[in-house]
């Protein structure tokens, strides 16, 4: 085991030897593009919604951060090989891994439902009928091909832009509730694609962590040689969401938290990664996009409360994107986003990521202050993803109060109308606040989000079962 974790180390060096001090020959050295712009932690809105008051919005003030691993080495280790195995997983596919029942369940699921358009209007019902149709189910699959995404995009339950609303009258729906919407897929995921749709504007795709429908112009396929090239170990994340890719001068497409890239070199403090590019043929072709040390760093970035709290920070205040929606983030795609730079892969919806980790702790049959008690005896800050049915967030450990408290990109706290109907106070962004928001609130009732917490699942990796291999360099 030391062995391989002194191969892995030695490897991991010499891929990135400036930043982890290790001596090492530096890789030939591409054409320089111009100076790359910092990226800068935003600035967050000067007035904070009314049920996030007294919480600090920024992580290191609203706990104390460490320096100190939060897993051992070989747990990292373990972790950032699975995730790596996770991200190329589509481009071992042959053949489509998800029968047509899968593939098309949207049409199920909304064909029966009284949906709304973007005018808030019924939506017509000619329109759902040619996106059905649009579908060529008949002939699903009809495609084999790896491939890989060349700018951010949309990932669809069916293939149609337009959003497709529940009723908007109801709290919780209509706008930014676009049931079509499914996930955002940011550029330089690798993917496969098994169906075309029949006007051919539209791919149906396998991702690492999903599947649905995408512009064709978004994605490229790939041959061997691309896929070689293409498929490492050695990896660099991106640190700042709106980061431009530049090579050559030109504008090579735009980067978020989340996305990573093979590393190819390194110039002085910087970084040279590949990007994906699309050709006039819609074959994939290499370009290289060079990316200061606040832009991208080698990957995983080192596992402390001060790593996670920089990058949670680098996404404070962030606008809340149901699905990805306009390549904002939801509660899950926020966590999602935030531990793939340290090598930790997670599901893409809350239910999935709350059956992750090492443990999961039930807090179902638990009283509101034996859920407290348990969070903060049991809950690990910076590892502990607290759950509930439709969310998640990310237990960062307790206030000088003693309240825990929790990061996650919510929409709103369900309130109580005059007429004992239900409604919602809109928090729409990614915040830290206590596990009783908006309690100070009379309109919404004590107790309400506690008692909706369900359980607690503690990241890690059992690292007796596996043996971790050393990165190619």
């Not at 209509?174 to 694609?193: C, E, H, K, M, R």
């Not at 920070?313 to 966590?335: K, V």
């Not at 729409?428 to 107790?447: C, F």
Request: hydrophobic letters at 40%.
């Amino acid at each position: 085991m030391k062995r391989l974790l002194g191969l892995w180390l030695l490897s991991a060096c010499t891929a990135v030897a400036a930043l982890t001090g290790c001596a090492a020959k530096q890789a030939p050295q591409p054409p320089q593009p111009p100076a790359p712009v910092q990226a800068e932690i935003p600035t967050l809105p000067e007035t904070v919604p009314e049920v996030l008051l007294h919480v600090p919005q920024r992580v290191g003030q609203a706990v104390p951060l460490s320096d100190k691993p939060l897993l051992g080495l070989a747990e990292q280790i373990v972790l950032h090989e699975r995730a790596l195995e996770r991200f190329f997983a589509p481009w071992d596919l042959a053949r489509t891994s998800i029968p047509a029942k899968e593939a098309f369940w949207g049409t199920a699921a909304y064909g029966s439902k009284q949906g709304y358009a973007e005018n808030l209007q019924p939506y017509p019902r000619e329109r759902w009928e040619t996106v059905v149709a649009l579908q060529d189910m008949a002939f699903y699959p009809s495609m084999a091909a790896p491939a890989i995404v060349t700018r951010n995009t949309a990932l669809r339950v069916l293939p149609s832009l337009r959003p497709f609303f529940l009723d908007p009258s109801l709290p919780g729906e209509g706008f930014p509730f676009d049931y079509f919407q499914n996930s955002a897929l940011w550029l330089g995921t690798p993917v496969f694609i098994s169906h075309e749709s029949r006007d051919r504007a539209w791919v149906y795709v396998e991702t690492p962590f999903t599947s649905g429908w995408v512009r064709h112009e978004d994605v490229a396929l790939t041959d061997e040689p691309f896929r070689k090239g293409y498929r490492t170990r050695v990896m660099a994340a991106v640190r700042a969401d709106d980061t431009p890719l530049i090579g050559d001068g030109r504008y090579l497409g735009q980067a978020h938290i989340g996305a990573i890239f093979p590393l190819h070199a390194r110039t002085g403090q910087d970084l040279v990664v590949k990007v994906p590019l699309r050709d006039a043929d819609g074959r994939a072709q290499m370009g290289l996009a060079q990316l200061g040390t606040l832009q991208a760093a080698p990957m995983p970035l080192p596992l402390t409360s001060r790593a996670v709290a920089g990058l949670a920070d680098a996404m404070a205040g962030q606008l809340y994107g149901w699905g990805g929606l306009y390549e904002n983030r939801d509660c899950s795609s926020t966590l999602r986003d935030l531990f793939l730079p340290f090598g930790i892969w997670l599901p893409r919806n809350s239910s999935q990521q709350a059956r992750q980790g090492e443990r999961q702790i039930s807090l179902e049959s638990l009283n509101a202050e034996q859920k407290l008690s348990t969070i903060r005896s049991q809950g690990k800050p910076f590892l502990s993803l607290i759950s509930m049915p439709g969310h998640i967030g990310l237990y960062l450990g307790t206030d000088p109060r003693g309240e825990p408290l929790l990061l996650h990109n919510i929409w709103g706290v369900r309130t109580v109308l005059p007429d004992g109907g239900t409604g919602r106070a809109v928090i729409g962004r990614l915040a830290i606040s206590t596990l009783r928001p908006g309690e100070d609130r009379p309109d919404v009732r004590w107790g309400a989000f506690l008692d909706r917490i369900r359980g607690m699942a503690i990241l890690g990796a059992d690292v007796a079962t596996e043996t971790p291999r050393p990165s190619a360099p």
